[in-house]
């Protein structure tokens, strides 16, 4: 059964500042992982698809990496802002229909 | 454009009434439907999916069922509310055979206070 661990679980920064959000999972026969925000009370928004052959994958200020075999990876987000302020989940799933969610990185930025 | 829609926004029940809760999908054909939910400090899971009219899959014993009685349209039921069924609960879509590079799509939510 996969697990996913993400580390921090909460995280409150300055604006400017250039972070890195952990994710780690057991299993690591997985299909893809995907990045997620939610927002307070909201419902998810996908941000990036790491597809299970990729190391990477980037979008705007956002870059996602994957280590299959170690079962790791890492969102990174670069000079963060107040707007980035939001709730990331990470989601390793083993096949196509079913995602696994890891606990999320409550992130605050403030101004 | 697809967009997924979820009603109620909120709602407020008492232990032992019904529950139904209503997804529905726009702009997609024949898709994947799911439920999912979020409880108080922890993580979101999956409760159930469905490939097809009439065909569902039950991740976890519990006491919710779920219906998908039209193809874009899904449903979370239950017949006796528990004061565990409180959370949060979101509906999601996804392309049916869907690749490896094609992800999920959720809505917006609906919060169930079981008092």
């Known amino acids: 059964k996969q697990e996913v661990t993400q580390i921090p679980a909460a995280l409150s920064v300055p604006e400017g500042e250039n972070l890195v959000l952990n994710c780690s999972f057991t299993?690591?026969?997985?299909?893809?992982l995907q990045w997620f925000r939610q927002d307070p009370g909201k419902g998810l928004t996908s941000l990036l698809l790491i597809q299970s052959s990729q190391r990477e994958q980037t979008s705007g200020r956002l870059n996602a990496s994957l280590d299959k075999s170690s079962g790791r990876s890492t969102l990174y987000i670069a000079a963060s802002q107040p707007g980035d302020s939001a709730t990331y989940l990470c989601a390793p799933p083993p096949d196509t229909d079913k995602l696994i969610f890891g606990t999320g990185t409550r992130l605050q930025v403030f101004p | 454009s697809q967009t997924i829609h979820q009603w109620p926004a909120t709602l407020v029940q008492p232990v032992g009434s019904p529950l139904s809760l209503e997804c529905t999908v726009e702009?997609?054909?024949?898709?994947?439907l799911y439920w999912y939910r979020q409880a108080a400090g922890r993580g979101l899971q999956l409760l159930f999916y469905?490939?097809?009219?009439?065909?569902i899959s039950s991740e976890v014993p519990q006491n919710l069922s779920a219906s998908r009685p039209q193809d874009r349209q899904f449903i979370l039921s239950s017949k006796k509310l528990l004061l565990s069924d409180s959370g949060f609960y979101l509906c999601?879509?996804?392309?049916?055979?869907?690749?490896?590079?094609?992800?999920?799509?959720f809505g917006p939510g609906t919060r169930l206070l079981v008092l």
């Open positions: 469905s490939v097809g009219i009439g065909q």
């Open positions: 299993d690591s026969a997985i299909y893809n």
């Open positions: 702009g997609t054909s024949n898709p994947n």
């Open positions: 999601a879509w996804s392309v049916r055979g869907g690749r490896a590079g094609e992800t999920q799509y």
